[in-house]
């Protein structure tokens, strides 16, 4: 189980926002929990020097491509980038560094999944270097994965089947908590279980996290295969959650596996 951080951009700035939030262009506004002028880029390379690998550059809407670029080439193979990616343009966020290119939106149609679009994302990127983002949302009595900006309920549910079933196309899952994104409200503890117990890939989830101890729970709950990402709790991002205390918990996990090995 790893740390896994992450680098979200809206209009070419690195911010941290209530996700449920984020409508299509300006309105609604999305709740913003932080902005910065610090570069893409200083965030990517503070990463690389703390060996934080297999985090995300995720583009929140138009206008972000040159911050994006900018950062993946601060830590080339270092981290992942989604938002916006397209077998046309998947090409060149890999070129510039991403080890992965993540992908929700674009592989569904009319709530389903588009089984043509999907391989031929496949395709053009090789399923090793593809990242499926299932991030979703609770609504009758199961987690339904939200598409375009995470307003759009399709009709997929993140399960057992599903996930067995996505895994033959790609090398890792995503998953954002949509309902506590950005909020700070602890983490969907039923979803992280279901991902532990369910998904035959690496999976990362995000979503809801708000002090060290998220990081143990969700070690635990998802039995060391579920990966976490922090946002708005860090102090990098204006919450109160020392980023280089999560360092340090990292370090510990990677000299605790070497020791296992050894």
Request: aromatic residues 8%; charged residues 20%.
């Amino acid at each position: 189980m790893r740390f896994r951080p992450c680098i979200d951009l809206r209009n070419g700035r690195v911010v941290q926002i209530v996700g449920g939030t984020l409508g299509d262009g300006d309105a609604p506004h999305p709740i913003t929990n932080f902005e910065t002028d610090r570069a893409p880029a200083a965030y990517a390379e503070m990463y690389r020097r703390n060996q934080l690998c297999g985090g995300h550059v995720i583009a929140l809407g138009p206008g972000n491509r040159e911050a994006a670029l900018s950062a993946l080439s601060a830590y080339p193979g270092g981290m992942q980038m989604g938002g916006g990616i397209t077998p046309t343009n998947a090409a060149e966020y890999l070129d510039a560094g991403a080890s992965h290119v993540i992908v929700t939106s674009y592989v569904f149609q009319q709530g389903q999944v588009d089984l043509a679009r999907l391989h031929e994302l496949v395709a053009a990127v090789g399923q090793q270097r593809l990242v499926l983002d299932l991030s979703c949302r609770w609504r009758d009595d199961a987690y339904w994965i939200v598409t375009d900006r995470w307003q759009k309920f399709t009709d997929v549910a993140v399960n057992r089947e599903t996930l067995e079933w996505l895994a033959q196309f790609c090398a890792e899952f995503l998953v954002h908590g949509v309902d506590v994104e950005g909020k700070r409200l602890g983490i969907v503890e039923p979803l992280v279980e279901l991902l532990g117990k369910w998904s035959p890939l690496p999976v990362t989830y995000a979503g809801g996290a708000r002090n060290l101890a998220d990081l143990a729970l969700v070690k635990t709950l998802g039995h060391g295969r579920v990966d976490l990402t922090i946002g708005s709790a860090l102090d990098i991002f204006g919450g109160d959650v020392a980023y280089q205390d999560v360092v340090a918990w990292q370090r510990r996990q990677d000299g605790a596996a070497d020791n296992l090995r050894a």
